[in-house]
């Protein structure tokens, strides 16, 4: 059974920092791109950023590009993923998700949901102004 399970969400006042992790079981997910979504309030999922499967690439949005850093570890058939988030802005406020795509021998990243496979159930972020 394949499972995501997003924490480290909370409610943090302009400026502050937050780190979310996502603990990912049941796929050997050294062979899984890893990524953050997020989905604020009335609008669509939202690329955030992504790394591929050795860790060694990452890719953010424009809007987060300098502020949020996302880190990986493989364990075999787990693997643990952060997202350090700093100068966090009202902006940011969302439901934050982390996703895992089958990427095999292409050690790549990935930033269009649709490609995702599995999906954690969300974590709130709240930026307060």
């Known amino acids: 059974q394949v499972q995501l399970v997003e924490s480290g969400g909370g409610l943090v006042q302009a400026g502050g920092s937050l780190r979310l992790s996502c603990a990912a079981s049941?796929?050997?997910?050294?062979?899984?791109?890893m990524g953050w979504f997020r989905q604020a309030s009335g609008k669509g999922r939202e690329f955030v950023g992504s790394?591929?499967?050795?860790?060694?690439?990452?890719?953010?949005a424009d809007s987060v590009k300098g502020r949020f850093t996302i880190t990986r570890d493989n364990f075999g058939n787990t693997a643990a993923l952060y997202l350090q988030m700093n100068s966090l802005e009202p902006e940011d406020t969302a439901v934050y998700y982390c996703?895992?795509?089958?990427?095999?021998?292409?050690?790549?990243?990935?930033?269009?949901?649709?490609?995702?496979?599995?999906w954690g159930q969300g974590t709130q972020v709240t930026v307060s102004s």
């Open positions: 996703a895992a795509v089958f990427k095999g021998g292409r050690d790549e990243y990935e930033t269009a949901a649709r490609n995702y496979n599995y």
């Open positions: 049941g796929r050997p997910f050294d062979m899984y791109a």
């Open positions: 790394i591929n499967r050795s860790g060694s690439r990452t890719g953010y």
